[in-house]
């Protein structure tokens, strides 16, 4: 959905989401907050938009040349800041994956013209890299023209559109088994564009798509604006119109470039904070800012270690460059040993949105608790909509409520008018595959503006303080997450009894609401059990010995918890 637009601000302030209690960044762990200010020092956001300067440029579609391009792109970044694969602390590697039963789509040049009853160009590669749809093939030179039949209100009969391309309103891949596979037409040209994405309202845009890959016949798909369907619907009811289509790509075997590098842990290298970014999808935003911001976070704090002015991490920070979530599944599957040593990971994905223009808030995705099943207010979903979710898959963490705390001290600190929201668990991203697992995870993203997988995705929508926000957030986390001592826990611990005693208020609240007394239960229920779950997550935190005193802070939060359900 569209958010609104920030306000100008004039005075300090910095603006909550409805679901989590105003002030909870006072109750943060001490070193959580220090770290935000540490890092918040030497991270500007301004490495970050250089590279998504430079993604913006390329169709990055998995194994393909220009994915590839861009993870040679970070590889050279991040051994000019002092990462190398021979260096057994600030440890570099870049690795290829031969997929063979895949191949990797790779777009070169294409444009879309109108040739009757007028002469004019509808779009082209250059101008809009969406207008040309995943898994097109290349037409003969010098591309083919022929005529545009509308598709949505005729019964297509075997082969009736053989030599013609398939015009329609619905998603290109909605009509392919029809118009190609039955009616046998040569391509198709698609005017779809969700309602999310205002078309009225934004008549250039067009919207990334994709259609079935095939062998043969060779079949491309082009995507249109708003604007363009006006015209050709308008054309089409004066009589016959054509196209001529050219367009120049080529399939190759999929082999997936995949960089990382680690900050090596001193007492834990075996546990993992894992800080990762897919570089596949072709925007700005989505996800150059997210590759963006990661790099600058690898580079920031390679050189704050490296100087002392950062201590060195307990548990190894491992940052990652890869295809969204197939990557993650990988790992998992071919090291699950080392797989589950990972602690929590912390995903970027559409981290760099200038809100004021694209009207998107930023958002933390939560790892699963109960809001992703019952989602009640102040809770609520985006357009992606709800997850799968069932409630034997729901542990308590540490992770949602610290991860938030990080946000609103960068806030406070830099006086910032920084919208932070939350939404349950929905999926869609490369924390998917952590969560499936059992590890927590969050994304930290925004969703929906209006421009998102659209030829608008471009730099000028993209905020090198936004990218910076996030990164410093996400940086400070994951430094706090690898070198928790005993007293960082405990007062995790209690950051997480204040909030759980908020939800429980909350949720008190939303059952006078309810008449199903039964459900009511359930709820408050689970949402206990999470909060009992999320207090003894934070015992594998500690990196201290002993651990008495957060033993007993751990047993003082649940005993107050109960009292609390029992009081309600």
């Known amino acids: 959905m569209k958010m609104p637009k920030l306000p100008r601000l004039v005075c300090f302030a910095f603006l909550l989401s409805s679901s989590i209690p105003p002030g909870f960044a006072q109750d943060a762990p001490r070193n959580l907050v220090k770290n935000v200010g540490a890092v918040g020092r030497h991270l500007d956001g301004k490495t970050a938009m250089r590279a998504v300067a430079f993604m913006q ?109 398939a015009y329609t309103h619905q998603p290109p891949a909605s009509v392919f088994e029809r118009a190609v596979k039955l009616g046998e037409a040569a391509g198709i040209v698609s005017s779809y564009l969700p309602d999310y994405n205002q078309p009225a309202e934004h008549p250039s845009s067009i919207s990334m798509s994709s259609i079935p890959y095939i062998d043969s016949p060779s ?97 190894t920070l491992n ?18 040993r080392v797989f589950d040593k990972i602690k929590a990971a912390l995903v970027l994905d559409m981290v760099g949105e200038d809100v004021v223009k694209t009207g998107g808030s930023f958002l933390i995705e939560k790892t699963p608790d109960p809001s992703a099943i019952w989602t009640r207010p102040p809770d609520e979903h985006t357009e992606w909509g709800q997850g799968d979710v069932a409630e034997a898959d729901l542990r308590g963490s540490f992770l949602n409520d610290l991860f938030y705390a990080a946000c609103e001290a960068r806030a406070r600190q830099m006086q910032l008018p920084w919208l932070i929201k939350t939404n349950p668990f929905e999926g869609g991203s490369d924390h998917v595959p952590f969560v499936h697992n059992g590890i927590p995870a969050i ?63 909350n949720e008190t609240q939303n059952n006078l609401r309810s008449n199903d007394s039964s459900e009511n239960r359930r709820i408050l229920q689970a949402w206990l059990k999470w909060y009992e779950e999320a207090f003894d997550s934070v015992a594998s935190l500690n990196l201290g010995a002993g651990g008495k005193a957060l033993a007993a802070e751990i047993r003082r939060a649940q005993e107050g918890l109960n009292r609390l359900a029992k009081e309600r």
């Open 57 to 165: 440029n390329y169709w990055r579609h998995a194994g393909n040349q220009d994915f590839n391009l861009c993870m040679d792109y970070f590889a050279t970044a991040l051994r000019a800041g002092g990462f190398a694969a021979a260096d057994s602390f600030f440890r570099l590697s870049v690795r290829d994956t031969l997929l063979p039963q895949a191949r990797a789509w790779q777009p070169f040049d294409a444009e879309l013209r109108l040739v009757a009853p007028i002469d004019s160009l509808l779009h082209s590669l250059a101008q809009a890299k969406m207008s040309l749809c995943v898994n097109s093939h290349a037409t003969p030179l010098p591309g083919a023209s022929m005529e545009l039949v509308f598709i949505d209100s005729i019964e297509i009969a075997p082969q009736s559109l053989r030599g013609k391309a």
């Open 219 to 315: 079949v491309f798909a082009f995507k249109i604006s708003y604007g363009s369907q006006v015209l050709l619907d308008s054309l089409m009811r004066q009589g016959k119109v054509e196209v001529h289509a050219s367009v120049l790509a080529q399939f190759t075997p999929k082999i997936v470039r995949e960089v990382s590098v680690e900050i090596v842990g001193q007492q834990k290298p075996e546990e993992i904070i894992v800080l990762i970014a897919h570089v596949d999808e072709p925007g700005a935003n989505d996800n150059a800012s997210g590759c963006g911001a990661l790099l600058e976070m690898a580079l920031t704090l390679r050189r704050l270690i490296a100087s002392g002015e950062l201590p060195r991490p307990a548990r």
């Open 319 to 336: 940052f990652m460059w890869v295809e969204e979530i197939a990557t993650v599944r990988r790992w998992q599957k071919s090291t699950p």
């Open 443 to 505: 994304l930290a993203w925004h969703f929906t503006d209006v421009y998102y997988h659209t030829s608008n995705d471009d730099i000028d929508k993209v905020s090198a303080s936004e990218m910076a926000n996030v990164a410093v957030s996400v940086a400070a986390t994951a430094l706090f997450l690898a070198n928790c001592s005993e007293t960082d826990a405990v007062e995790t611990v209690r950051l997480l009894s204040k909030r759980a005693a908020w939800r429980i208020a």
